[in-house]
């Protein structure tokens, strides 16, 4: 497999993790509600709260949510063969589900064949209880692989069908038959493979953990500067997931990563503080202040006529930055056409997630400004420090006002409204100048709300497509022939830029992009 196949592959892979990531935000939000009608110092100022009823449904929404935290392992098995499989998703994500059983009760059994069940407390022994059974505690690690694994084997076989008296196992049942085995050596070989695996995590999750400061902001640097490829999710999943970002006791139950923890430190009103490993998802920071500030540089730098057309275009793209955390309306018009802006956007990204450690502050820092206070208001401020988090963003707005404004007229970079550049948020085939003849009026009138027409024809036609897919604001394709690909029809669909990589091409919509999704999903299946 050469350099490119294993780009587009981890490309692949990075949308498909998103699907059992998109949970959590309902998770947390529930979690949020829990936490806030049992908070004591809420009660006491709304003492309509202080009975058995809203006692009782804070404890049924936080075990009711945290049961998602807990079972993580078999919500990734199940989303990654559903978000990897190219066809019959829902059956790749039935068999995902029953491999992941087969490989626990094959564990269970062979650890208790050979005597190598714990007994007693099994805190800090490398077994814990999943689903009832005491097996070797992988975490999410073998759920992805038993994911990975089946969809594999499913893009391969689930379309066989097999003739005669087997016709039977054919198609699905058949990716069950060879996955079976596969799942009872898995559990087999991972009781003996997993323990040194997992001090070996552990040990690697310490020593990120102790780099402290610089740790904290190098991580804030490469989660932006990976924003153009799409494989920044490869790099914080782990973090967030699993024992790469520690491990923490709270009521009685384990959690692995540093959102696992938070989330379940939120629900219970023993712990004072949320754990400082918090400040690896301060990513809101520079979502509601930073970008902000940016974009208010971009809107003084441009020329007088232009000012009202660039506030047309930047206040949308900053809105959807603050309110609910999508950066890349905001952070493309200045990717493409202005590459310093954004390396210094990464670098101040991480300088000021190190101040955010340094100063020890624990907000959760998820998402955009309605997740900011969903997430810490109800918990008050001794357990998030959620007022100096503001009062940090303020200055990081400030400050990338300054640099951003000095950079642009120092350097007299073309970004919005400045002499002859284009008003509209600025792409990838914008910097490329690539033109090419053709046109979308050659494609049926009915080309639909997001102009699925000009999507098809520019990827090459319903021939050249082979998966049409999308993660939270990109439409990501598989195509058969990149030659065939021509960006300049595609942007008659208006994307907001468009990242190419082989047979993978990402297309960037926005939070809207699932209807888009579907549009070029109904054309093409109208085209059969």
């Given at each position: 497999m050469n350099k490119q196949a294993i780009t587009a592959y981890l490309s692949d892979l990075s949308?498909?993790?998103?699907?059992?990531?998109?949970?959590?935000p309902m998770v947390g939000l529930a979690i949020a509600i829990g936490a806030a009608v049992t908070n004591p110092s809420i009660v006491s100022a709304i003492p309509f709260l202080d009975n058995a009823f809203f006692a009782g449904a804070g404890k049924v929404l936080k075990w009711g949510t945290l049961s998602v935290l807990i079972n993580l392992h078999i919500i990734f098995a199940?989303?990654?063969?559903?978000?990897?499989?190219?066809?019959?998703?829902?059956?790749?994500?039935?068999?995902?589900?029953?491999?992941?059983?087969?490989y626990l009760y094959a564990m269970n059994t062979y650890m208790g064949l050979n005597g190598l069940l714990i007994q007693g407390e099994l805190k800090g022994t490398g077994q814990s209880n999943v689903l009832g059974l005491q097996v070797v505690d992988t975490g999410i690690f073998v759920g992805m692989l038993v994911g990975i694994l089946n969809a594999a084997v499913h893009n391969k076989y689930s379309q066989k069908v097999i003739q005669g008296a087997f016709?039977?196992?054919?198609?699905?049942?058949?990716?069950?038959?060879?996955?079976?085995?596969?799942?009872?050596?898995?559990?087999?070989?991972?009781?003996?493979i997993w323990p040194p695996v997992q001090h070996a995590i552990q040990g690697a999750g310490s020593h990120i953990m102790e780099s402290g400061h610089i740790g904290v902001g190098l991580y804030g640097f490469m989660e932006r500067i990976?924003?153009?490829t799409g494989l920044h999710h490869l790099l914080w999943i782990p973090l967030h997931f699993t024992e790469v970002g520690s491990c923490a006791h709270v009521s009685g139950q384990t959690y692995c990563g540093i959102e696992n923890i938070f989330l379940a430190e939120m629900t219970d009103p023993t712990i004072t503080r949320l754990s400082s490993t918090v400040v690896y998802d301060a990513r809101s920071l520079v979502k509601i202040f930073g970008l902000t500030g940016a974009a208010l540089a971009m809107y003084h730098c441009a020329d007088e006529s232009k000012k009202s057309h660039v506030k047309a275009i930047l206040v949308p793209a900053v809105a959807?930055?603050?309110?609910?955390?999508?950066?890349?309306?905001?952070?493309?018009?200045?990717?493409?056409?202005?590459?310093?802006?954004?390396?210094?956007?990464?670098?101040?990204?991480?300088?000021?997630?190190?101040?955010?450690?340094?100063?020890?502050?624990?907000?959760?820092?998820?998402?955009?400004?309605?997740?900011?206070?969903?997430?810490?208001?109800p918990l008050g401020v001794a357990k998030t420090d959620w007022p100096y988090y503001l009062l940090l963003g303020v200055v990081q707005c400030a400050t990338y006002y300054i640099v951003f404004?000095?950079?642009?007229?120092?350097l007299n970079l073309k970004t919005l409204g400045r002499g002859d550049a284009e008003m509209k948020l600025h792409t990838k085939a914008d910097y490329k100048a690539k033109k090419t003849s053709g046109s979308v009026a050659t494609i049926d009138n009915a080309v639909g709300k997001y102009n699925s027409a000009a999507i098809i024809q520019g990827l090459g036609g319903?021939?050249?497509?082979?998966?049409?897919?999308?993660?939270?604001?990109?439409?990501?394709?598989?195509?058969?022939?990149?030659?065939q690909v021509d960006e300049s029809i595609i942007q008659e669909a208006n994307p907001m830029g468009i990242v190419r990589n082989g047979q993978n091409i990402q297309i960037i919509f926005g939070s809207h992009v699932a209807l888009v999704r579907q549009e070029v999903n109904d054309a093409l299946a109208m085209s059969n």
């Open positions: 949308r498909a993790m998103l699907a059992p990531i998109y949970v959590l199940v989303g990654l063969s559903m978000g990897l499989a190219k066809k019959d998703k829902h059956l790749a994500g039935f068999n995902a589900l029953i491999l992941y059983f087969v016709a039977l196992y054919g198609e699905s049942r058949l990716v069950l038959l060879i996955m079976i085995p596969v799942a009872m050596f898995l559990g087999i070989a991972f009781t003996h990976l924003i153009p959807s930055s603050i309110l609910v955390g999508v950066t890349e309306p905001i952070e493309f018009s200045f990717l493409f056409v202005a590459p310093i802006l954004f390396v210094v956007h990464a670098i101040l990204c991480g300088a000021f997630m190190i101040l955010v450690s340094v100063f020890d502050i624990v907000t959760i820092g998820k998402g955009g400004l309605i997740d900011l206070i969903m997430y810490n208001v404004r000095v950079l642009i007229t120092k319903k021939e050249n497509i082979v998966d049409v897919q999308n993660c939270y604001t990109r439409l990501r394709v598989e195509i058969r022939h990149p030659e």
